[in-house]
């Protein structure tokens, strides 16, 4: 099951310094920062060797973490899935409109839920919080 999480807000990545020298990405190998002069259109990491394409000019991307192993993983805005090239977990890449948040009914816990859902599951006390119910109508610890 993938794992609905939201991206972090991020400036259009490639980021140009001021200077407009040189941008930054995260290699596609092992996940290092490359640094790379202004009109690349591939980067070699000294690190794994790994070849990594620059995205085209314009191209806005987003950050989110694996929810598998907490690696953060940079894609291309717009894009529905990710999959973590650490654990391959495949995760959702949801748009801040497409999620909501609501507060654990035991541990008071901000949790994040797609629209749509009757239901929030704590990872952190495994409680399960109805969704748009009153408060303590229908709330109850999983098993």
Not at 23 to 39: D, E
Not at 69 to 83: D, N, P, W
Not at 113 to 129: I, L, M
């Amino acid at each position: 099951m993938p794992v609905p999480l939201a991206p972090y807000p991020t400036p259009p990545v490639p980021f140009t310094p001021p200077n407009g020298g040189q941008s930054q990405l995260v290699c596609t190998g092992c996940r290092n920062l490359l640094m790379y002069p202004a009109g690349a259109t591939s980067v070699c990491c000294a690190v794994c060797s790994t070849v990594t394409s620059v995205p085209a000019p314009g191209t806005e991307m987003a950050q989110l973490v694996c929810g598998g192993c907490h690696t953060l993983l940079m894609y291309i805005r717009g894009a529905t899935s990710v999959q973590c090239s650490c654990c391959h977990t495949v995760n959702l890449a949801m748009e801040a409109n497409q999620v909501a948040h609501v507060n654990c009914g035991n541990c008071r816990m901000l949790l994040m839920y797609q629209y749509g859902a009757r239901s929030v599951k704590c990872a952190v006390c495994n409680f399960v919080t109805s969704v748009g119910a009153s408060p303590g109508a229908e709330q109850k610890p999983s098993s």
